[in-house]
């Protein structure tokens, strides 16, 4: 049984009845797993931040260690202290903070606040409460100036309070370990937890990745295409290969893994099973 390393498992938003109920589902499922925390994301513009806060309260009442992601946009710096404050009242003690992007037709007037300003601002009126998460991007964020500007404008996250980051998915191991050197050399300590994201469905995963900048590599894309069709097998092949992307991840030092879920607990619970992570009795 391997060393128990930082697990996390991330979850939309649900907005249906359903869908909490599937959640809190699947909440109880990857239990075994003692994750360190659930976390939730926060639709861009705010456009889920209801939904996003009663999921996160239901998940601590639940009695489990719950995240909001805060990825604030073009909100007011009232608003977010607002947010931020309540869910300290709450209970809450750790944050994903993000600068998210604008949804399309909200334009003009409204300015993105980078994350290293919400953290300064989290850490302004809430001290050393929040255990707080920021985002790091291996193959380097779509908007990123340069390679190097990228990891600087990282380390700025980590100057303004940041406790660790997680990463956007990818499946190339080699550029999560290139990244993790380099950051070494830009003076980051810190510890980068692998975001993982399961291979479920060639298209959704072509489309999403085309957004967020993540390479498929060439050979990955051609045996997911083959396998479109065919669900089952693409599942099948998708948990191998994401099976030993975590084996590669932890042999090479990473410290832990944060799993995209997309709400669903079996394909997390196979990963987890695959890797020999203990499992709470
Ligand atoms: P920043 O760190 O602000 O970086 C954005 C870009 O600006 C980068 O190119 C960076 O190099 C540059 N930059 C950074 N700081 C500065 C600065 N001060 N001045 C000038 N340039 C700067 N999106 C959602 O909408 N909701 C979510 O819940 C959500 N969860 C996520 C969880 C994880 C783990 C990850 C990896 C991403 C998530 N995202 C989410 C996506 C994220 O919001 C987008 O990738 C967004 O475009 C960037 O957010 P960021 O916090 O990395 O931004």
Redesign the pocket.
């Known amino acids: 049984m391997m060393n128990s390393p930082h697990i996390s498992f991330?979850f939309f938003a649900a907005k249906t009845a359903e869908g909490r109920q599937k959640l809190n589902n699947t909440c109880r499922e990857l239990d075994k797993f003692s994750p360190e925390f659930y976390?939730v994301?926060?639709?861009?513009g705010g456009s889920t931040r209801d939904t996003t806060k009663d999921i996160i309260l239901d998940i601590k009442a639940n009695g489990y260690e719950a995240a909001p992601?805060l990825?604030v946009?073009g909100d007011s710096t009232e608003d977010v202290i607002a947010l931020v404050q309540a869910y300290k009242d709450a209970g809450i003690n750790k944050l994903?903070?993000?600068?998210?992007?604008l949804p399309s037709g909200i334009g003009g007037t409204k300015q993105?606040v980078?994350?290293?300003?919400l953290v300064a601002m989290i850490r302004e009126h809430t001290g050393d409460h929040f255990e707080i998460?920021?985002?790091?991007?291996p193959e380097i964020?779509?908007?990123?100036?340069s390679y190097s500007?990228?990891i600087f404008?990282?380390g700025?996250?980590f100057k303004a309070g940041a406790d660790r980051a997680?990463?956007?998915y990818f499946y190339n191991p080699d550029a999560y370990f290139r990244f993790i050197e380099q950051c070494a050399k830009a003076g980051i300590d810190q510890p980068i937890i692998p975001?993982i994201m399961p291979l479920t469905n060639y298209h959704n995963l072509v489309r999403f990745s085309d957004n967020?900048g993540a390479d498929i590599p060439r050979w990955l894309r051609w045996q997911l295409k083959e396998r479109s069709d065919n669900p089952e097998d693409l599942v099948k092949y998708g948990l191998d290969v994401v099976t030993k992307l975590c084996e590669d991840l932890l042999a090479g030092g990473a410290p832990g893994l944060?799993f995209y879920t997309m709400n669903q607990w079996q394909i997390s619970d196979t990963l987890c099973r695959n890797l020999g992570l203990a499992i709470k009795t």
Do not use: F
């Not at 994301?41 to 861009?44: D, H, I, L, P, R």
């Not at 994903?96 to 992007?101: T, Y």
């Not at 964020?141 to 100036?145: L, N």
């Open positions: 991330e976390s994301t926060y639709g861009a992601h990825s946009g994903v903070a993000l600068r998210g992007d993105l980078h994350a290293n300003e998460n920021v985002a790091a991007y964020h779509p908007e990123a100036q500007k990228d404008w990282l700025e996250k997680i990463t956007q975001g967020c944060h």
